[in-house]
């Protein structure tokens, strides 16, 4: 059984940091490209963040420079290091598995960046 666990999340002050973590069971973890997406209220879930097996990144232009995402194939497990974060990062945050056809999903954890 695939399953996926967010932990990480929470309240913080804008320009602060937070780093999420997304560990991995029932899948051969070096073979799927992991995401990070996030969704706002009333907004639609958006990929923020990708990397390859091979370790390749791509990020969403709103988080680059601010957000790096990271994998430990040792420890099937990806990383989301958030910096400066702004209060339009605030959202849930859903890591994603998928190779081929396949996608998975965690069950998200709560960012809110406010003041």
């Known amino acids: 059984q695939v399953q996926l666990v967010e932990s990480g999340g929470g309240l913080v002050q804008p320009g602060e940091s937070l780093r999420l973590s997304c560990a991995a069971f029932?899948?051969?973890?070096?073979?799927?490209?992991m995401g990070w997406y996030r969704q706002a209220p009333g907004k639609q879930r958006e990929l923020v963040a990708r990397?390859?097996?091979?370790?390749?990144?791509n990020y969403v232009d709103s988080v680059k420079g601010r957000f790096t995402i990271s994998r430990d194939n040792a420890k099937n497990t990806v990383f989301l290091q958030m910096n400066s974060l702004k209060p339009e990062d605030t959202a849930v945050y859903y890591c994603?598995?998928?190779?081929?056809?396949?996608?998975?999903w965690g069950q998200g954890t709560q960012v809110t960046v406010s003041s």
């Open positions: 029932g899948i051969t973890f070096r073979l799927y490209a």
């Open positions: 990397i390859t097996s091979g370790g390749s990144t």
């Open positions: 994603n598995a998928g190779l081929n056809s396949l996608t998975n």
